[in-house]
């Protein structure tokens, strides 16, 4: 067993953590760290693990056992996921999930670093200092002219746009991105692989992703993951150029 | 009027919306009195006696509707239970009606109520204290929903319990209920309720000027309960319900308490749906544990669907048409009234899902899932 003792300056860590479903371990005693202002993709085949470990850190999935550290000291395995998005850790899903019918604007208003309480909600202002910083974040997703429109009539890449772009105004720590590129064209693809890395001079990122293109523009630390724990880690070329990965992603 | 918090919907408090707002509340708090109360009744135009209690009966049930709207319609909670709500509220007003008969009571007696009486009760049970006061009784109608709506909401939302699992331990709950109240040893009259009761605030519940205030009442209530659900409903916690309407998991990840959120749209709709019940048991005349049946509850989603979803008029247009033509049916032809509520609720599910609101409106004001659908086209 690995000591319980979490390690300082690490933004998370992940300290063998096992998940598993009906006797299939989607995670397997993984164990994972992310430096502060990193930006890391994690990439595997289907059923490593990536989106289950995602669920895991933001307390959609409880781990059967192990430790998920934030900061070195918040236990992330033990808190629900309203509170683990107010410690600062944000979330795109694999689908875009704006929401269908709200506003462009009204999205990012429900985004916005704001409090979360009930009745400071229902006695909330609109402010003109929040209207700026919902403007500015239009303006840096360039949805500035589909303010007024229903998120549900966005186009599938803008939705990924609106959805970074509420994630960007929560003021984040930590970003985890769940195949932020799934269904894109080229063009948005590449553009949306600028936002990414212009996103992450501030904060921290985690991106899972299947599009080794996309994962090589990034150029960031590369995990790979396999039958839910870590097979290889390094840069893109380390990574491609590794026995075991080779073996897993063409192999068998 | 003070300053609303600048987070409410633009337009939601437009001069236009309380001109017509204003008219509409005249019309009928004012309208109906003088037609009933002025207006000879020899006259055409008269407005007879009858009708005044119910129309207040419709307006209890437009309350009642209203409260069910605001957590169906906009936090996505169907509730099959709120008749429960409803028949609490009316039971609290009720035992106060009861206290108010005094010594008038078929046995006279000062100290019990007449079930009581027959049931060789020799003294007041302890949940009745304090109904012989107007003032308590009407806490007790906003204070026995609102707790149990609290109660059960904090264990079903907590354990985030949704969609038809939710509706069918709604349906539990006020079936529970109805099976209570049922017994005597319950202490609310069982099987036959509470009944003839004589005046309310020292004034004869038979005259027709209380039937008149009672009426009144009703319009500010409902008028009341209206402004409630819209302020909540424009605000950003209405943004909120929307949302997890939709995307419930989605909301939390942004850092919304859902569990709160519903809580607190859920109570809020129980204590408007117990306010409706207490205004119209004087207006009825009577209480009885049939209020709690499965059937009720189900009713009052049909006079939501039938107005109009998510848009709070539509709910009291619902209300009152349905039970317009079930009040003109029932005396007409009684044996087809069923019928024509499933056809109701076929249609309006099939043919107009965003009800009778739904068709008069301008499609774009109303935000519905088909709003969002995408143009397939944009994709590429």
């Given at each position: 067993m690995k000591t319980a003792t979490p390690l300082t300056g690490a933004l998370l860590y992940l300290n063998g953590v096992t998940v598993s479903f009906e006797g299939f371990k989607a995670l397997n005693d993984l164990s994972l760290v992310v430096e502060e202002g990193e930006l890391r993709t994690i990439i595997g085949p289907n059923g490593a693990g990536k989106t289950t470990m995602m669920d895991v850190v933001t307390g959609k999935t409880r781990p059967d056992s192990g430790e998920v550290f934030f900061r070195g000291t918040a236990d992330l395995s033990r808190l629900d996921e309203a509170e683990i998005a107010n410690l600062g850790i944000g979330r795109k899903f694999q689908?875009?999930?704006?929401?269908?019918?709200?506003t462009v604007f009204e999205n990012l208003e429900l985004a916005l670093?704001?409090?979360?309480g009930t009745w400071r909600t229902l006695l909330a202002h609109s402010t003109s200092d929040r209207r700026d910083r919902i403007a500015a974040a239009l303006a840096r997703i360039g949805l500035s002219e589909q303010t007024g429109q229903p998120a549900g009539a966005l186009s599938h890449g803008q939705k990924q746009w609106l959805e970074i772009g509420m994630l960007l105004i929560h003021d984040r720590t930590l970003l985890l991105l769940d195949e932020?590129?799934?269904?894109?064209?080229d063009r948005e693809t590449e553009e949306t692989a600028e936002l990414i890395l212009d996103l992450a001079k501030d904060r921290t990122i985690v991106v899972v992703e299947h599009d080794m293109a996309f994962v090589r523009s990034l150029g960031a630390r590369v995990t790979v993951l396999h039958e839910g724990a870590v097979l290889a880690e390094g840069s893109i070329d380390h990574v491609q150029n590794h026995q075991r990965v080779i073996e897993v992603y063409l192999g068998r | 009027m003070p300053a609303l918090p600048g987070g409410q919907q633009k337009g939601a408090w437009s001069p236009r919306f309380w001109a017509s707002f204003l008219a509409c509340g005249v019309a009928l708090a004012v309208a109906v009195p003088a037609f009933n109360?002025?207006?000879?009744?020899?006259?055409?135009?008269a407005l007879p006696d009858y009708l005044v209690p119910l129309l207040g009966k419709y307006l209890c049930y437009a309350l009642l509707a209203l409260s069910l709207d605001l957590i169906w319609g906009y936090a996505g909670i169907l509730s099959l239970g709120h008749g429960a709500f409803f028949a609490l509220g009316g039971y609290c007003m009720g035992m106060y009606l009861m206290r108010q008969v005094g010594t008038r009571g078929v046995y006279g007696n000062p100290l019990l109520p007449d079930f009581m009486v027959f049931l060789n009760w020799k003294e007041l049970p302890w949940f009745w204290w304090g109904f012989d006061h107007f003032a308590y009784a009407a806490t007790m109608v906003v204070l026995v929903p609102g707790l149990l709506a609290l109660v059960f909401g904090w264990l079903a939302f907590r354990s985030r319990v949704t969609g038809v699992y939710l509706s069918i331990i709604t349906q539990a709950m006020t079936y529970a209920l109805m099976l209570a109240f049922f017994r005597?040893?319950?202490?609310?009259?069982?099987?036959?309720?509470?009944?003839d009761y004589k005046d309310i605030l020292g004034w004869d519940v038979h005259q027709s000027s209380t039937r008149l205030g009672l009426y009144i009442a009703s319009v500010l209530a409902l008028g009341l309960g209206y402004l409630c659900c819209r302020f909540i409903t424009a605000s950003k916690l209405g943004r909120v319900l929307l949302a997890l309407r939709d995307a419930e998991s989605r909301v939390r990840f942004l850092g919304y308490s859902v569990t709160d959120a519903k809580l607190f749209v859920f109570t809020v709709s129980a204590v408007l749906a117990g306010i409706a019940g207490a205004l119209y048991v004087p207006q009825v005349g009577i209480i009885n544990p049939s209020e709690f049946s499965p059937g009720n509850s189900i009713e009052i989603a049909i006079w939501v669907s039938v107005g109009g979803r998510g848009t709070l008029v539509g709910a009291i247009v619902g209300a009152v048409i349905v039970n317009s033509a079930k009040t003109w049916l029932t005396g007409a032809?009684?044996?087809t009234w069923l019928f024509v509520l499933g056809t109701l609720f076929i249609l309006t599910t099939l043919v107009f899902p965003r009800g009778v609101v739904g068709l008069l409106r301008r499609p774009s004001r109303i935000r519905t899932r088909a709003a969002a659908r995408v143009p397939a086209g944009e994709r590429a």
């Open positions: 689908r875009p999930t704006v929401f269908e019918n709200l670093a704001d409090s979360r932020p590129v799934a269904g894109m064209t | 109360h002025w207006v000879p009744p020899d006259s055409p135009a005597n040893d319950m202490g609310f009259g069982g099987n036959n309720g509470m009944t032809a009684p044996e």
